[in-house]
């Protein structure tokens, strides 16, 4: 079992509709959770980072964590073609320890 | 600011070539990452440095391949010698134990080995 499993995708969303995006982790000793966003020939943005149980939210993404089941999640509203990218989401155990990638999902906004 | 800087950003060498890969981290971070992105396997961490020590290079792959980090803003992967199945954009990244181990990349360096 892989520590953190995404679905690979393609996920394909009309424009202005809300994209979600999930993820589950293996290890309940997980404390960081993480979203990068990755644009074909570019390298992996941060664009989300949650600590603890809930919501978070910046602008029109929103991440949503739930320790007791172990998954997070990642919510774009008002989709737009720029959102179209790779969604990895990741990991850490503690604090200056390694971050543990998914193998991201690919997210396709169709206008 | 300047974000994670590395050199260069393309290579293409030769089986048997050494080629060194380099980065430079965000000022003030004190974690540094280095990570292999391929399609078949996506993003590997290579090896991570905390304050300047190697603190876990299990990723790294074989003994060809070695990393330094003289100090804090300076560090380099070399792969000697080189082969095909090394063809790989290779990333650093970046961070601080204050920032909950957000880590920032850098932009990439393109490796093609011929």
């Known amino acids: 079992q892989k520590e953190v499993e995404q679905n690979s995708g393609p996920l394909s969303v009309p424009e202005g509709a809300i994209a979600s995006l999930n993820c589950t982790y293996s290890d309940r000793g997980s404390q960081s959770f993480f979203w990068y966003r990755q644009y074909s020939g570019k390298s992996p943005e941060l664009i989300m980072s949650i600590y603890s149980n809930g919501d978070k939210e910046d602008g029109r993404f929103t991440a949503q964590l739930n320790k007791a089941s172990q998954y997070v999640s990642l919510l774009i509203r008002d989709s737009q073609p720029s959102d179209s990218a790779t969604y990895l989401c990741?990991?850490?155990?503690?604090?200056?320890?390694?971050?543990?990638f998914g193998s991201g999902t690919r997210l396709s906004i169709r206008p | 600011d300047a974000g994670v800087i590395q050199s260069p950003r393309h290579e293409v060498t030769e089986m048997g070539q050494e080629v060194t890969l380099r980065c430079k981290p965000i000022?003030?971070?004190?974690?540094l990452f280095w990570y292999r992105q391929t399609m078949m396997r996506g993003l590997e961490l290579l090896i991570y440095f905390n304050n300047n020590v190697p603190i876990d290079d299990s990723g790294m792959p074989e003994d060809r391949f070695s990393a330094k980090m003289p100090n804090a803003s300076f560090s380099t992967l070399k792969i000697q010698p080189s082969e095909p199945r090394d063809s790989a954009v290779y990333f650093c990244a970046s961070g601080t134990e204050s920032s909950y181990n957000e880590q920032f990349f850098g932009p990439g360096t393109r490796l093609t080995v011929l």
């Open positions: 990741a990991l850490s155990h503690s604090s200056a320890s390694k971050i543990i």
């Open positions: 000022s003030g971070h004190n974690s």
